[in-house]
């Protein structure tokens, strides 16, 4: 064998060489958790790794910040509802394909099991919980009961935050805007029909 047929070691990136990826990418299985982040270069750019131990996480939650130590895997529904005990949001699919865990980060919807708890921090998380005054439900949440929109009730959750950020960016939405905007959860009760009126109900009394 010649020496140009023989392997060299390769980097993975600037500033990061295959023994310390590995060391990263694996430190999982290491008797001893890495404390804090380091800082390594991935094409040129510097870039937190953090893990694989338990890391200082702050979430803002309803308003409230709350400050805990998670590993660096922990998804934001599972920092909600195994950490935190808010558990409005629930867990169904747990793939991102049901919607029962939606949430809104930034007002945005957002699948909470479908994003990291680490990457949801500096930003401002709502879930359903915030949407009950005291003993008073929202006008949404009321339309929700008044036209039966939930059965199991597990996807209600899910389907009372799309509808206010729906409602939220269309105050009088068609028909045809709150089919859309509700397409990203599923009912396995079928109240669809029920759901809809339940929309536009709040619409009517501008929730």
Do not use: W
Not at 133 to 154: E, H, R, T, W, Y
């Amino acid at each position: 064998m010649q020496d140009d047929d023989v392997k060299k070691p390769v980097e993975v990136s600037a500033g990061v060489s295959r023994r310390d990826f590995l060391k990263i990418s694996g430190a999982s299985a290491a008797a001893v958790p890495l404390i804090g982040t380091k800082v390594v270069e991935a094409a040129g750019t510097p870039v937190k790794v953090y893990g694989p131990g338990k890391t200082p996480v702050t979430l803002t939650i309803n308003g409230k910040k709350n400050s805990l130590q998670l590993e660096p895997r922990v998804t934001l529904l599972d920092a909600l509802r195994d950490h935190l005990t808010i558990t409005g949001a629930k867990r169904v699919c747990d793939r991102a394909e049901c919607g029962a865990c939606t949430v809104l980060v930034d007002g945005k919807t957002v699948y909470a099991c479908s994003i990291l708890a680490i990457e949801a921090q500096d930003k401002a998380i709502t879930t359903v919980e915030s949407f009950t005054q005291g003993d008073k439900l929202l006008p949404i949440q009321q339309a929700f009961v008044d036209n039966d929109g939930s059965q199991c009730g597990f996807c209600t959750p899910g389907f009372v935050v799309a509808t206010k950020a729906l409602l939220d960016n269309h105050p009088n939405p068609t028909p045809e805007q709150i089919r859309r905007g509700l397409s990203g959860n599923l009912c396995r009760c079928g109240t669809y029909h029920g759901i809809r009126h339940a929309v536009a109900q709040a619409a009517q009394k501008g929730a």
